[in-house]
């Protein structure tokens, strides 16, 4: 039965490419932030500071003295949705600047095909699999220079990217790595996420394996991060266990 399983996602994996050859249609557009999104993506950051600093993650802000007040404010318990104005008018009057994401743009740009690719081949893929992945018809990419690494939109298919201003990226310096990840986590939000009431970082474990697993040819400097409970591995360990992830992690709760 493993046999015809793999022979069957082999003929599938060809089968996407062969697909993907024969489309054209984008599956993901790149945009530069408007000062809006810039100012949300600060905000949520800061309001989740206390979050972001017990999983140990490494976030960016701009050093300015009212970011640092506020900072303070969120870690009292009196930050708000009042506290956007400021950040707000911060960038527009002394941060925010369209060139400061140009060469990141031109970064996603040259990897468009592999990200289209996999997304092609998840699209495929999920035909197979006895549980829901959510997919969209196209995604949006965001860059933005605050935060963490990456982040995601499951409403709306939209993944927020760091970046910085010389066009570099958190723990990957292959942007298709972070963004392949932030879809799967879109994916797998509703039917696996909030199904089993998973915590950050049995999430977080889940989709690292998933993508490991499927895609590790294509994207060879992607990792499993060090974090969560490594027994899922007992479970999630070859690409056919994607099929049945459902059943794994009601095995696993018990």
Same mark, same amino acid.
């Given at each position: 039965m493993r046999i015809i399983k793999n022979i069957l996602l082999i003929i599938i994996l060809l089968n996407s490419v062969s697909c993907y050859?024969?489309? =054209?249609?984008?599956?993901?557009?790149?945009?530069? @932030?408007?000062?809006?999104?810039?100012?949300?993506?600060?905000?949520?950051? !800061?309001?989740?500071?206390?979050?972001? #600093?017990?999983?140990?993650? $490494?976030?960016?802000l701009p050093d300015n003295k009212r970011i640092d007040s506020l900072i303070v404010k969120s870690k009292n318990g009196t930050f708000n949705n009042l506290d956007y104005s400021s950040i707000y008018e911060l960038l527009k009057s002394e941060v925010f600047n369209n060139n400061d994401y140009q +060469?990141?743009?031109?970064?996603? #740009? #040259?990897? $468009?095909? +592999?990200?289209?690719?996999?997304?092609?081949?998840?699209?495929s893929l999920k035909n197979i699999w006895n549980w829901d992945f959510k997919i969209f018809e196209a995604y949006t990419v965001v860059f933005t220079l605050y935060g963490s690494? *990456?982040?995601?939109? @499951?409403?709306?298919? =939209?993944?927020? +990217?760091? =970046?910085?201003?010389?066009?570099?990226?958190?723990?990957?310096?292959? @942007?298709?790595? =972070?963004? !392949?990840?932030e879809i799967v986590h879109i994916g797998i939000e509703e039917s696996i996420v909030q199904q089993y009431n998973l915590p950050h970082s049995l999430k977080e474990r889940i989709v690292d394996k998933i993508v490991f697993l499927l895609f590790r040819d294509l994207l060879p400097e992607?990792?499993?991060?060090?974090? *969560?409970?490594?027994?899922?591995? $007992?479970?999630?360990? $070859?690409?056919?266990?994607?099929?049945? +992830?459902?059943?794994?992690l009601e095995n696993y709760s018990q």
């Open positions: 050859s024969q489309k =054209t249609q984008k599956k993901f557009s790149i945009n530069i @932030p408007t000062i809006d999104q810039e100012a949300s993506s600060i905000w949520r950051t !800061i309001y989740d500071i206390e979050f972001f #600093e017990k999983q140990g993650y $490494e976030i960016n +060469l990141a743009f031109k970064r996603v #740009e #040259e990897r $468009e095909q +592999l990200i289209n690719r996999i997304i092609q081949q998840i699209d690494g *990456g982040s995601y939109d @499951p409403a709306t298919g =939209t993944v927020i +990217l760091f =970046t910085t201003k010389e066009g570099n990226f958190k723990k990957y310096k292959d @942007p298709s790595c =972070t963004i !392949i990840h992607y990792k499993v991060q060090n974090m *969560g409970s490594s027994k899922i591995d $007992e479970y999630l360990n $070859e690409r056919n266990d994607i099929t049945n +992830l459902n059943k794994i």
